[in-house]
């Protein structure tokens, strides 16, 4: 792609054209792009995030595509630094090698493998495993680390490449990478030319349904192009050779869709749960324009509620943080309009330390600032995890600070709210 984004004008899956805008939100630079000091001076430009639903086959989506090289190229999130992640892909490799009765010396790929983080998990069970990432620097340090990972973003090109020199795999994964390709199609061909006879493709996206119910609107992002649901992958799957054969949910990121897929005529039995679950999405009305626009109101209102609150801060004179530099958070931070209202940013991974917010350029501290700087409030941008953050800082709290917690209602969080247990 020559052009730093461009806007597509049929659905990614179904290719129609009967597309319609449900949900705008505030343009944002690429939202994880925290830049260090000697780049300040670079302009961070700002591209639209606006979701998209395919009346066709009720696929949601951005049809404005950000280069992903430059979404990718300087990529410098890990699996290890998320809260819980670690843990999660511990249990999840457990699962499924249980559920599909692989073992050792199967073979398992794992696009978008990042530090490798799952595949070290299925290499600890006996399996052999290959990772495929494009984020060059954390492919060669998975390398290093004993998961052979090629630095590259996944296609047919390379699958067929992939198959030629190393045969056929057993497993192959995507784990919050599907939503991330504006070639989903040509991914899809890839895991096709992969997979063994009786091979699996197991892989996790956000579930738009729960993204709805639990106000994760700030999962919507330029990396996150895709936002699924049952239906519409069913029916893709099936157009590249694939049969969508069991799906279930877990609470991961505010809502999960783990998927399971095998070639077409594979010898494992259809789940009762694909129907379940389609069904349920038919009944919330997740294919209904006016699902969304009710979806639009309840976010403008959290909006509406964290500004007046942030306004008799600063009318008080009171001094007022953001915890947690992610994609999230500059999300919230640009479709809430609080960037200049925040004065410094707090994140716990080093990381992001030392670096500067996108397009805002707000300074990112370790939690020492709480202490050295004592803003009065911080605002916990990354609110999913806002009890284990409230229960590691509670001095902050003894010392008069407040915790503001925008998502999913408004929670203000002082020294007289009873606390969770510390982390």
Same mark, same amino acid.
Request: aromatic residues 10%; contains cysteine.
């Given at each position: 792609m020559d052009k730093p984004v461009y806007h597509r004008d049929t659905c990614r899956l179904c290719d129609s054209h009967h597309v319609e805008l449900v949900l705008k939100l505030a343009e944002c630079p690429p939202v994880d792009a925290f830049v260090p000091a000697e780049r300040l001076g670079e302009k961070? !430009?700002?591209?639209? =995030?606006?979701?998209?639903? %395919?009346?066709? %086959? $009720?696929? @949601?989506q951005l049809l404005d595509v950000v280069s992903p090289r430059l979404l990718f190229g300087d990529?410098?999130?890990?699996?290890?630094?998320?809260? @819980?992640?670690?843990?999660?892909? #511990?249990?999840?490799?457990?699962?499924?090698? !249980?559920?599909?009765?692989? &073992?050792? $010396?199967?073979?398992?790929?794992?696009i978008g493998s990042n530090d490798g983080t799952l595949l070290r998990f299925f290499k600890e069970r006996g399996l052999k495993v290959l990772g495929v990432d494009p984020a060059s620097e954390i492919a060669a340090a998975a390398t290093l680390g004993g998961i052979e990972t090629?630095?590259?973003?996944?296609?047919?090109?390379?699958?067929?490449t992939i198959r030629q020199e190393r045969g056929a795999f057993d497993l192959v994964t995507a784990?919050?990478?599907?939503?991330?390709?504006?070639?989903? $199609?040509?991914?899809?061909? #890839?895991?096709?030319?992969?997979?063994? /006879?009786?091979?699996?493709?197991?892989?996790?996206?956000?579930?738009?349904?729960?993204? =709805?119910?639990?106000?994760?609107?700030?999962?919507?992002?330029?990396?996150?192009?895709?936002?699924?649901?049952?239906?519409?992958?069913?029916?893709?799957?099936?157009?590249?050779?694939?049969?969508?054969?069991?799906?279930? &949910? &877990?609470?991961?990121k505010g809502g999960t869709l783990r998927c399971f897929?095998?070639?077409?005529?594979?010898?494992?039995?259809?789940? /009762?749960?694909?129907?379940r679950l389609i069904e349920s999405e038919v009944d919330a009305g997740l294919y209904r324009r006016e699902t969304y626009d009710a979806w639009a109101a309840r976010i403008n209102k959290a909006k509406q509620d964290l500004n007046a609150e942030l306004a008799r801060s600063q009318a008080a004179g009171r001094k007022i943080a953001g915890y @947690?530099?992610?994609?999230?958070?500059?999300?919230? &931070?640009?479709?809430?309009?609080? #960037?200049?209202?925040?004065?410094?940013?707090?994140?716990?991974?080093?990381?992001?330390?030392?670096?500067?917010?996108?397009?805002?350029?707000?300074?990112?501290?370790?939690?020492?600032?709480?202490?050295?700087?004592?803003?009065?409030?911080?605002?916990?941008?990354?609110?999913?995890?806002?009890?284990?953050i409230v229960a590691r800082n509670r001095e902050f709290l003894d010392q008069g600070g407040r915790f503001i917690v925008p998502l999913p209602d408004l929670r203000i969080i002082d020294r007289n709210t009873p606390l969770p247990a510390a982390a």
């Open positions: 961070q !430009s700002l591209f639209p =995030m606006d979701l998209y639903l %395919c009346h066709e %086959c $009720g696929h @949601g990529y410098i999130y890990t699996t290890a630094s998320s809260p @819980g992640l670690v843990k999660y892909f #511990g249990d999840y490799a457990a699962k499924v090698l !249980s559920q599909l009765n692989l &073992t050792p $010396g199967a073979a398992a790929l794992d090629l630095p590259d973003f996944f296609n047919s090109k390379i699958a067929t784990n919050n990478v599907f939503a991330h390709s504006d070639q989903l $199609g040509d991914m899809a061909d #890839g895991v096709r030319i992969l997979l063994a /006879p009786a091979g699996v493709f197991v892989f996790e996206v956000s579930y738009l349904l729960d993204m =709805m119910r639990n106000m994760v609107f700030d999962f919507i992002y330029h990396e996150h192009l895709s936002h699924h649901s049952v239906k519409p992958l069913q029916r893709f799957l099936a157009a590249h050779g694939l049969n969508l054969f069991h799906v279930e &949910t &877990t609470p991961s897929a095998q070639l077409d005529g594979g010898p494992l039995p259809i789940d /009762p749960s694909v129907a @947690g530099a992610s994609a999230t958070g500059t999300v919230i &931070t640009y479709h809430f309009e609080i #960037g200049a209202t925040l004065d410094f940013l707090i994140d716990d991974n080093p990381l992001r330390q030392n670096r500067y917010s996108p397009g805002h350029h707000t300074a990112v501290l370790s939690s020492r600032a709480l202490s050295e700087r004592k803003p009065d409030d911080v605002v916990i941008l990354v609110w999913r995890f806002a009890d284990m």
